[in-house]
């Protein structure tokens, strides 16, 4: 049984990881803080929870953490990097901020200065469709971005034979900026609506720039667009190829790119968001434009879970040896 | 290990039941069966369901269901009790249609000529927390509908001190019309608008008041609304108190009525759709109205789960000795 | 031509005044005014109306007032008595606020010690279909509230013949509660939810009752929802009689109560909230439940049209001996 | 005053030309007729116009028509043109169907054979900020997609810097499938969900590229998809410039192009689909991906509107030599 801690519940993906970890088959949840709200029963925060998790919130303490086997970060970006710096060679950690995502440059530059970025080498991207190996290892895993999974994802599997430049249009629920505070995040504001934000200048299109380039020079334009949903991610995908290619070769070629795991989905119609949401799948379809030697390719996940929480899980399983669906066999909530 | 059987699997209850049996420790589903979509895997039809369940969906076959421990029934009204005529001898019967929960007269006043009213005093209505002695020993379980749980299960604490006619508006999402291709539940009809219909004469009408008179004579007003959400019923139902109650008084009361059902959760504060839909919960939350010595008592289900599917899980682990919860420790979809 | 100013254009209910009032073919908009965002363009709080209305936001001044031909207030409650207290004699007013809508004694109990409670009785209850021909000669408006102008409507043509207390089930759209930065309205809580807020406490009470009373004692129940929706608001009522009546003669009763009015619209259908947002129409249906006496009337209105801004231009109309309709052709917002 | 004719008044863009005519100053509408609910009056179909257009639907008769100064055809591809080719001669015409907007080849290759191809060089395509001057003597207006105005508008004040293919990723609400009773428009499938659909094969992809081709030889990937909303369309559209440009240089560019439109309101913040729904208005706003050199150039307009119905009533107002804005005074639907 791994004893695990999870630091900052009392956001979505504390949240989420709470509601994972609960009766995952071989995780007791021995600890959950947050910078707020400390002794409150977490239902507190969450009603939904009532009396499936009326588990005490504790302040965060390091020598608590120490003495477990696994503890997760939900905190925000700037913060989480605080507290790995002190305990990380105590104890395996799987981080879901964007703190141990990017080389020291790349973060400095789109985030602030970095508290430790001698750990940074040492941290695994922890996509594992990409990083199995590595991961299996890991003493501090960098929890990938939601909009950097899916764009991976869908991508990776063509990356040998697109060429030029890489043209993202995501599409996000309102669930991945949390539960800020902020106007444009109300109702009035959001339903019957859709605008686009961040254009080109969004945190995740460094990372996801940074992932791929380590195996092929690309450059990524990213515009990210905010849905009147609460949760999944849609990324529309144009790539250019070098000429005519077969649309039952490509097909065949991302089939067997990830015949062997087991969680993306491999689909031949278009998918859609709700029928990913609630899970940890990737679903991957795509197009060919042929009149233009161009190749569109989908791809969906729930940003709170595959983009997230749920690969969080998928990681701990990983290093930990358990079995890689364990606790992931997760039901769609369509409809 | 139950041989479970579940007929109907092209409606949105039969979704859920596989969903929910699929990994549910004591359940095999050895069949599925549907009046359309013959020999399609179920994924075909809940493109959600790719990799999950590509069982492929059998005719109905009456040998092959009495080969099993227990059958789902998720037919429409008028079509189940054809089965179920032929089959109820051989196996223990779950069913999810109105066929059996009403007397022979109010059936018939409401629904159609039924065809085999003998069998209707056989069935047990299969409310756990009205009826559970009965229904362990039940071979045929009348599965109740998503409004009358939902009501029922809000007034039944109550009972015995209110006194007068009973008002119940309820607010229903649009999965409990099911998948019918009807102009007024396309997405331009529903999304952004409210509506009530079948005012004061919808079927779950008759089947609230007959289960509650059993116990004392009772008058309902029953006005369904149509909710532009997927999942999740709110009922708010109006009761007269003869004198002047204590609020403290009513709490306890209700607390103490519940307080051995894992699946009603007793709220302080008003329970709201969101947080309970994806699980079995019935939330539960009363205010008074102390100048007109008014009970408002507010419940919330999920339509297709304790209003449904998960109710009939519940059944059956009942029915067969197993933990009430096991299979059915669900956590919420929110956010 | 009127010289119309409006105080408190930063909200929803201003916001929709200067969207009825720019185009009003009596009406030319003098002054607009608020106490935040002065000397901003009014698009810069609301983008939607780039290039419609770029007028800029004055401070609030006692004397620009006094030099138009009437002002609308839409001020939050309190503040809004502040400002009539000082130029009540100079100019008539059209307080959209709750400050002059209730006795001393009601305005205390239930929202705070009033300002100049000698003014009370010298304002006009401004619901048109109640109150025409005081309006005429009225100096200060009193608009009605939302939830208290769909339920009077409703009630008002049967109150004759029901007996007893009335139930009034309100569920209302999310810009009731205008643009206030609180956690319960951000889209991640409200979308996909639904939920009772304020039950038997909200402030709307005491209104209709109030306005009821006069004609025949009355208990009014009143439980307010908040629906998923931008807009709308559809209230649900119950009222007991004291025997069998026919629905022909209720629907003629019905039709006749209304005949003269041209913003009320008597529907043999049930109405919904979508064919009637964004006009000035209360949507008026009912049904019969014929077993228990009791009639069951439905209303639907724009929250912030006829239960606002329209409204209260409708009672300008009616002050200035222009025709009622004038610059009120409004169209519905379906689809 | 002009006599007006619509025909086709059974869908949204029927209804919407019925909501904008009624009330404009210039016209009469002295005719409506559908194939369908013939001698029904329209508020049958659409409730929402209920004591605001109770005129009964007549059948389509070519001399009715032939009386009229214009006739506007809501009718869906293929069945418009049947009828234009008995009527063209004799009466002026705005077709809002698909049927006179490409070449006869392109039109029979994305549509079918069509009856009266020599009258396709006499339509004017009838894009105002375009072709203005041609549409003042125009007989017979080809009215653009919904998804092609947004398009072009977004494009055409870059055209001459731009250059390689064009990628437009356009995302729709739901009302431009129209009343469709089909499975996919259903809210249970549509509500908190978004897809890509018809990827690289939509049918406006080669109206914008026929448009345009005009200009400048130009490659266009078009890529739609479905949002959870009733109205709007958000255009996101990469163009690469081949060399670096200034943003301040591009503004006063886009500016420029439309400082005489009254239509085309050109932001200096990003645009979002509900503060343009209700108008006329096209919204557009640009961002530089100085990396990469790419433009991405947002645009925004009401499907139903600017993208079929008041779009045709401005080339009305433009044809008959009334003020361009005349009866288009909308207000946005938001909040």
Redesign the interface.
Known sequence: MLHVGIVGVSG?TG?ELV?LL??HPAVSIDYIASRSHIGEPLSNI???????CDKKIEAINEDRLKSLDVVFLALPHGVSMELVCKIHNKIRLIDLSADFRLSKDLYEKWYKTHLCPDLIETAVYGLPELNKDKIKDAKLIANPGCYATASILAILPFLDIIEG?V?I?A?SG??GAG?S???D?????????????S??KHRHQPEIKQVLSEMKPI?I?F?P?L??????I?V?I?ANLPTIFDEVFLFEKLKRFYINEPFV?V?K???????????N?C?MSF??????N?L?I?GVIDN?LKGASSQAVQNMNIMFGLKEEEGL?L?????
């Open positions: 979505f949240l509601k609960l009766h969450f009603p939904s929870l009532n009396s499936i430049d043209i249009d599409k309102v669930s539960k505070l902020r106007e995040l109300l109702f009035s504001e959001v339903a019957s609506s859709f605008r686009a934000y254009v080109a450059n334009t515009v667009h849905l009147p949903i609460n949760r999944g849609l529309t144009y989905r689909l119609n278009l998918p859609q968001i709700s029928n990913c949401v609630g899970t799948f679903d197009a060919l434009d042929k009149d233009n161009r569109i989908i709170l066999n039901k769609p909530y369509y409809p």
